[in-house]
């Protein structure tokens, strides 16, 4: 079994930054794609940024330029920092890890964290 924890949501005007945190544990084997999503009231779930097992990252263009995912094996720790934040960006930011053999190959995230709220005041 593997074991997401987000951290890090909160309250922030405009403009702001905040940084969510990703620990994973578990049999962390069983995970070699990464992702972030976010769902916002009476909207589905959206994929935020992602990264693939090839270590590629991708970002929904509504976040590219201002939010950044990265990574600390060391840790097992995925993050995403959000800077110039808009009231747009507000919602439940989640934690998605899944396994796949390559790039190429299709990819479902099994493992989701609890979520963590942020709200981005105008």
């Known amino acids: 079994q593997v074991q997401l924890v987000e951290s890090g949501g909160g309250l922030v005007q405009a403009g702001g930054s905040l940084r969510l945190s990703c620990a994973v544990s578990g049999n962390i084997f069983r995970v070699n794609a990464m992702a972030w999503y976010r769902q916002s009231p009476g909207n589905q779930r959206e994929l935020v940024a992602a990264f693939s097992p090839g270590g590629s990252k991708k970002y929904d263009e509504s976040v590219k330029g201002r939010f950044t995912i990265s990574r600390d094996n060391a840790k097992n720790t995925v993050y995403l920092q959000m800077n110039s934040l808009k009231p747009e960006d507000t919602g439940v930011y989640y934690c998605?890890?899944?396994?796949?053999?390559?790039?190429?190959?299709?990819?479902?995230?099994?493992?989701w964290g609890q979520g963590t709220q942020v709200t981005v005041s105008s």
């Open positions: 998605a890890g899944g396994w796949t053999l390559t790039d190429s190959h299709p990819l479902e995230y099994d493992y």
